[in-house]
C-alpha cells in the first residue's frame, strides 16, 4: 500500500520577480528569472510564460546559465541544493547536495567544474562566506557536493554586493564601508574603506558593485546616490577613484554593457540611467519605469537590458533605451487591507495592488489579468500624507457587482462607498452609484447576500461600522429622467444592538439569515422581515470571526473569539454545539463543499485546522506552517477536480486554499512531492506545441495527430483527406543535400502547390474508379453490376437545388472523358 503523500506548503503564483538577478538565454529569445520556489521562463517576444522549472523545496535565490553549455541553467535555493536544467525542454538534468542554504550563485566560463556560492558561516550568525563549490561528474541524478572552498570571509548577503572580474582573474566584495578584491592567481587580498560620512553628511555606504567585462575596473553603488570607478587597484595605496552622480537616493544596482562602453544604474527614481566611457557628462535617461529598481540584467548579445523592480514588475528595454516589454506579477503592498477576495467571474484573486487600485490576478497563469482604478484620483508620493485608501472589497455571488469602501482620515473621517457593475461590453466594472459617508464611523465588514436566485431580482448588500449600525442596501430604479442609469442603490434598513460595535456580518448559504456580531455577541436575523431571531454569546472576548456553514451543515454557525475559543452552534436548537480552544486568526469557510478551514496562531507559528461544523474533530491538522503569522486565506474554485489518494486531504479536491502572511508572501498546499510537481508539460516548450499548423510547421515535422475514423454505412468505406504532409517537394527539401538541390524558383510552385487542397470532395466510388483506372488491371465484371453501381451512385449525388436537369454520362463515358483530361497537349503551344 502507498503511503499518502504528507501536505506541503509550497510558495505560489505571485511570488517575487525580483528575488534575485533574472538572466537571459544565449540568444536573447527567452527570460529567465526566480519565482519562489520555481524558475519561470518568459518568451521575450510575446511576454508570455513558457515554462516553469520546478523542483526546489524552498526559495530558489539565484539562477546562472550554464557558461560551458548555454543551453542548461544551474539554481541555488535556501534547501541547499544545486540543480542544472535543460531549460529549453524544463527537464531537470542533475541535483547537487551542498548541506548549506545557498543564497548567491556565481558561474564563470573558465571555471569549468566549479561554481561559487554564498552561504552562511557556520557557528556565527548574520555572518556569510563566498565560497567554491566542486561539482562532480560522475553518473547519477542526485549526487553530493561537499567539497567546498572558502574564497572571501565576511560577505554580504545580497547578491549584488558581489561580483567577478574580466575573465575570472578576481572577485570584489563590498559589505557597509568596505570593499576587499581578492585575486585568484596571486592569492592576493586587497581590502579599501571609506568614512561613514563625507564632508557634506553624505551616505558612503556601499550597495552594490559591478566588474567591467574587458579592463580592470569597479563600479560601487553608494547609500547617497553616487558612484564611484575604481582603477588600479592591485595595489593597496596606489589606487584611484572617480565620481558619477546623479541619483538623489541610494543606488540600487549596477551593470555593465557586454563591451563595458557604458555603465547602467538604477534606483528609487524609478529612471534608468546610461553613463558612457564613465563621463558624468554623457548620460542618457529612460524615466517613469513605475517604481524603484531592483536589479539590472543585460543580454549576452548586448541587444537588450532588464530590470527587475520593487512592484514584482519586469521591464524588458532595447539597447537604445526604448521600452519594449513588462512583465507584471503580483504587486506586493505594504499592507494589504482589502483581504484575498476570489473574483466569482475569472476565478481571479482580487487585492490591493497600485496605490488606489485593486488588481484581478490569475493564479493559474501566474499574470495580473488587469487593474481596477477604484480610488480614481492621482496618488503623490510624499511621505505623511494621508490619502483615500482602499479598505474593504465584496463581490456577488456571480460577480455582476463590486463593492468597494474608501477611507481617509484626517481632522474628519472621510468614507466612501461605491458599487460597480460588471459591463459585458467593455468586460470591466463601471461606477454605478457613490455613496458618502455611509456610517460614521470606520466600516469593519461588508457581505452581499450570496444567493444566487436572489442576485439578478433583489441583489442586497450589507455593511456593518463602528458607529454601532448595520446597513442593508438594496437596488431601487432611479425616477430621475435625466439619470445615465436606470438602477442605482439606496439604504432598506438599519440595524443596531445595545449600542455595541459592529464587527462582522455574514450571510447563510440560501441568503435567508444574517449574521451580524456586536463585540462579543452575535445576532442572526431574518433577511426579508428583519425580524432578530436568536443571539449567542460565548464570554470572555469579543467575537473575531464568523461564518454559517454549507451545504448538509447550513444549520451550523462557527464562530471566533479573540480570547481564545472557536465555537460552534446549532440554528435549530439555538444551543451551543461544540468549542475549542483555539486562538484562531482567519476563518474560512470553502464554498464548494461543508469543509471550514480556521489559521491559529501559537507560540511563534501557524497552524492550519480543517473541519466540518457537525464533527468537532478536525479532519486535518497542519502545524507549523510558516513562521509568520497568516493574515488572510481564500478558497479559490478549480478548473478540475484534483486526484486525491488520501482521505485526509479530500478537502483539497474541489478548491485549493491560498493564505497571504504578514511578509506578503502568497502561499498554498499541495500534496505532491517536487519530483511529482514536474508535469509533462513543463518538459516541453508549451509555446511551440500552441503554435498554429503552417507550412513552416508542416516542414517541420509538426503533425497534428489526427484520428482514424471508419463508418461503415450501407458498405461504404468514409475516406478522410489527409493534409499531403508527405509531398515529393517537402521530402526533396528535407533529404537532398544542399549542395545538389534545384533552385528555389524550381523548388517554390511545386512546394506551395504540395500545400494546396481541392476545393471538390470527391465520393468514395470516383476515387475507387481513378485506382482502377491507373492500375489499368480492374474492368467491368458484368453490365448487372455496373447498372448497380450506376443506381447506388444517383441515389448518393446531391440534388439540384436549383431544378436544373444536368444532362449525366454513362460510366464508360466517364472514363473515356478522364483519359483525354490526361493527355499531354503541351505539343500545341509549338505551332
Known sequence: MVAPAALRVVRCGGSKLHGARAVFSADARYLLCTSGDFVKMYSVGTEETVCMLQGHADLVTGIQLNPQNHLQLYSSSLDGTIKLWDFTDGILIKTFIVGYKLLALYALANCEDLVFAVIPKSGERDSFQLVSVKLTKTAGQEMEAKELSVILDGVDESPKHTAFGREGEYVASVKEVNL?????????????????????????????????PKEDCIATGHGDGKIRLWRNFCHNKEYTFSTLHWHHDIVMDLAFSVEGTSLLSGGIESVLVQWHNGS???????PRLGSAIEYISVSSDGTSYCTSHTDNRITIINSNLRFSKSIQGLIKGRDVKTGLVVDPRTKALVLNGEPGHLQFYCLQSDKQLYSLDIVQQEYIHQAGLNQLDLVKVAFSAQGKWLATVEEREETDLELQLKLWVFDEETQSFKLNTRINMPHE??????????????????????????????????????????????????????GSYHNYQATN???????SLLAVSFEETITVWDSVTWDLKCTFCHPPGKIRNICFGRLTCSKYLIGATDHGFLCCWNLLSCALEWSAQLNVLVLQPDPLSEHIAAVSWLSKDSSLFVFKPNKPRPICIQRNLCKEKIQFAAFVPRDIPETIVSEKYLWLRRSQLYFLTNTQELMTFSTKSPEERLTPSSKQLAVEESLPMTPFSLLLGKHRHQQSQEDVDLGKVVIHNHHNQDSPAVKELLHTPAHVLPSASFLCPIFINSLLTSKESKSAEEIADEVEMESEEAEDDSDEERDIIEMEQDDLRPMDFWGETTCRLSKSQEKELRKIRKMDYSWISSF
Open 441 to 494: 464611523d470606520h466600516i469593519t465588514a461588508m457581505c452581499f447576500r450570496d444567493r444566487d436566485e436572489f442576485e439578478d431580482d433583489s441583489p442586497m448588500l450589507v455593511t456593518a461600522g463602528k458607529d454601532c449600525l448595520f446597513k442593508a442596501w438594496v437596488i431601487v430604479e432611479d425616477t430621475d429622467p435625466e439619470a445615465q442609469q436606470s438602477v442605482s442603490w439606496s439604504c432598506d434598513f438599519v
Open 180 to 212: 576587499q578584491v581578492y585575486f585568484f592567481k596571486r592569492k592576493q587580498m586587497n581590502r579599501f574603506s571609506l568614512s561613514a560620512t563625507n564632508t557634506k553628511g553624505g551616505n558612503n555606504r556601499f550597495t552594490c558593485v559591478a566588474c567591467h
Open 505 to 511: 456580518c455574514c450571510f447563510s448559504e440560501d441568503g
Open 280 to 286: 558624468d557628462c554623457k548620460k542618457d535617461f529612460l
